[in-house]
């Protein structure tokens, strides 16, 4: 990336001008953008501060909308985005199913997880929110590190899930019901508009249950998103917003394979205990303003609260031995989560060396506090565990050996500054560059035995990146950016893992994008390179680890936008990428055992999605997709694998009246039985829905 500095000092020197930017100011007002097409000309919020477009951006970015989500019966905001470029998800009970893989990483700590451009600190490897996609006004995502913006845990990608806003013009009310498949029932609202030339509002309410398709599979959510938006002037405006969930998701820890097989029959099996806890709870709360000071130069803050409860108690292995299966590992846990923070932004519209240039610069602090209670170090009351029977199962009452007690409380701190720039060297060629640098301070306290551990973590970080405007349609762009990664959850890091630094990568990508036939089709086209160092390897007869280890991918990636004639359109994209430990090993009967060249756990090596609609008439609309994952690998040793999947889903949708639309979501056309992810180490497979279907009722008024 030197060569592309050099390039852009020498450009420097020899220009002292350069044609206007036409980058806006950030909005002070939000006008609902429901109906609104996303394109390469749509300023994204993942991929930099500064509302550049993605035609602006040196990075592989991407958006979804709501009503896109929505209308392709995406249920959470994970099953939409695993649709986007080189996306899969990799999420089960343990990680609050939120897990996801991108460019050869996966997990909490290397996909990183925005919620309306703020950050929630994960738990354990543990995320929960959002809850569902009723509320979703977009999902824009960046692929690669991100740490430059975001701080740590952003090497694979980083997702921004925006919420509906308030929007000025008269009430709008939008009402949906719906029924479908394992008695599936959903009811929900969505109301916004002007209470007052200054006071805008918007509320969402959405209420799902579902009996599942395993046996004991109910499940049910509960969520509550309003936000109130006071223009107190025309440069200023002022919104509170908060959100509120309450889940109790399907508590599915997967199907056993028996003798390394699955079994289709065992499919709506439940091998857990007869009285399973799995609870979420989850509030966020945030007053922002936005401050247009002059027209170069707009203020905005941010101040946040958010709380989590989350509650686990499950038999979580279920285990073939000696062709009979046993319930093993009896898991008690609490988390109670509370962070608050703040993020005060200033952006500038200048000039530099001559030229004209667009700068942000923020600082942020964030203070999380943690409390683990549960049963560790989780012994079953029988070494053996109990015995089930694999075709009848019988539920048991949980049952440990160890009392269920607080276990730790922390308290992390977070002090972070960053600085991002634009810089245009000519009409056609500009630089963006960004800076970041973060303070964390971990102090844990052990409710067991008293005892008191500390850490400091600080990461540096940095990006640039060049933007040839080829046409004012295509542009192409090379790009270098770090990141930095945690051994585990910053937050609930132990004694031990305190005593080892943040894992460091970088990553060089080139890409295209192009916009063509009079702005009706898109294409983009991204290579990369990835480099992660300081992967914890485990020292031969000792309990101990050291970090040398080392993990590589390099990858490309394309994606189409059709607006094709007679009413159809066509979104596809595929990504390949070869991962690999490179530095990697493992103690395997105190023996050091090399993993080198094995690609790691949960990674695919292609993903492709494909979405064909069509406007049948001008009142109904009927769409269809394929997604498709490659075999992914459920260990290290590369012996256990999760098999590949294609699944097809269907929509249509017929505007019945006037405020009137009815619509059917078809999932998992071909009934299917694949696995979606695994858990215990592969030995169970949590499967996707079997075809299923649900109907829905929308009236506006």
């Known amino acids: 990336m030197n060569k592309y500095l050099a390039c852009g000092l020498c450009l420097l020197a020899l220009h002292n001008s350069a044609q206007a930017l036409t980058l806006p100011a950030s909005p002070v007002t939000a006008p609902a953008v429901d109906d609104e097409r996303v394109d390469l000309n749509t300023p994204t919020t993942a991929g930099s501060r500064l509302n550049l477009t993605a035609l602006q951006t040196p990075g592989s970015v991407e958006s979804q909308t ?25 999420g089960s009970p343990g990680d609050g199913g939120t897990s996801l893989s991108a460019r050869g ?40 590190p991100a740490s430059v913006m975001y701080g740590q845990g952003a090497t694979g990608a980083v997702i921004n899930t925006l919420p509906k806003k308030p929007f000025e013009g008269e009430i709008e009310n939008h009402i949906r019901l719906g029924y479908g498949s394992y008695d599936r029932q959903q009811q929900a609202l969505d109301s916004g ?48 917003a908060t959100d509120y969930g309450d889940q109790t998701p399907q508590n599915d820890y997967g199907t056993p394979l028996i003798n390394g097989q699955l079994h289709k029959s065992l499919r709506d099996k439940n091998y857990n205990v007869s009285n399973d806890i799995q609870h979420y709870n989850d509030q966020w709360t945030r007053l922002t303003s936005q401050w247009q000071i002059n027209d170069n130069v707009t203020a905005t803050n941010e101040l946040s609260y958010l709380k989590n409860q989350r509650r686990w108690q499950n038999a979580e292995s279920y285990n073939d031995v000696n062709g009979g299966l046993v319930r093993q590992s009896y898991l008690g846990i609490k988390h109670n989560q509370e962070q608050v923070g703040d993020r005060q932004t200033f952006t500038f519209k200048h000039t530099l060396f001559g030229l004209d240039s667009q700068t942000v610069t923020g600082v942020e602090y964030n ?17 053996a565990g109990q ?62 035995d008293g005892s008191d551990s500390n850490k400091t973590f600080t990461g540096n970080n940095w990006k640039a990146g060049l933007v040839y405007a080829i046409t004012p349609d295509t542009s192409v762009y090379g790009q270098y950016a770090t990141s930095t990664d945690g051994v585990g959850s910053l937050i609930t890091l132990d004694a031990n893992q305190q005593q080892f630094g943040l894992s460091t990568a970088k990553q060089t990508e080139i890409g295209l994008k192009q916009a063509f036939w009079d702005s009706r089709g898109e294409w983009t086209l991204a290579a990369y390179h990835i480099v992660k160092k300081k992967l914890l390897v485990s020292i031969p007869g000792t309990d101990l680890k050291e970090q040398v280890g080392q ?17 159809w359109q066509l979104q596809a994209n595929a990504a390949i990428v070869r991962a690999q430990y490179d530095d990697f090993s493992e103690v395997v009967n105190g ?28 009142d109904i609309r009927a769409g269809a997709g394929v997604r498709y994952v490659d075999a992914r690998f459920a260990n290290t040793a590369n012996t256990s694998e999760v098999p590949s999947y294609t699944v097809v889903d269907a929509t249509v949708s017929w505007k019945a009246m006037r405020n009137t639309t009815l619509g059917l979501q078809l999932n998992n056309l071909f009934d299917r039985t694949y696995a979606v992810s695994e858990y215990n180490e592969g030995q169970q497979w949590i499967l ?7 109907v829905t009722a929308d009236y506006t008024f």
């Open 193 to 240: 508009g002007s209470l007052t030339d200054t006071l805008s509002y918007r509320l969402n309410i959405n209420r799902l249950r579902s009996n599942g398709f395993i046996d004991r599979g109910d499940s049910g959510s509960d969520f509550v998103s309003g936000a109130l938006r006071w223009q107190a002037a025309d440069n200023l405006s002022v919104t509170l």
């Open 688 to 694: 996707g829905e079997p075809r299923s279907f649900f």
């Open 66 to 90: 709501g009503k896109q989500i929505r209308e392709r019966g995406d249920a959470t905001v994970q099953d939409a985005i695993s649709r986007a470029t080189g996306i899969s998800r990799t």
């Open 551 to 567: 993990q590589s991918s390099n990858g490309l990636e394309a994606s189409l936008d059709l607006q094709l004639p007679n009413a």
């Open 591 to 618: 023996q050091a055992v090399s993993r080198d060249g094995n690609r790691p756990t949960d990674v695919p090596r292609r993903t492709a999605n494909l979405w064909l609609s069509k406007a049948v008439t001008d």
């Open 387 to 448: 015995p089930v029977d694999i075709s009848h199962p019988v539920p048991q009452p949980f049952e440990s050996a160890d009392p269920f007690i607080p276990q730790s409380v922390s308290t992390t701190k977070q002090l972070a500054a960053f600085a991002e720039n634009r810089l245009q060297l000519t009409d056609q060629l500009s630089l963006v560059t960004g800076v970041r640098r973060d303070y964390l301070h971990i102090d844990r306290e052990s409710l067991v």
């Open 105 to 144: 990483f996966t997990g909490q700590s290397s996909v990183l997880q925005l919620y309306d451009g703020a950050r929630m600190f994960d738990g354990a490897g543990t995320s929960t929110f959002p809850v569902d996609t009723w509320s979703v006004e977009r999902v824009d995502v960046l692929r690669g």
């Open 367 to 383: 203070r999380i506090r943690f409390r683990l209670a549960s049963n560790s170090p989780f012994d079953d009351l029988t070494n």
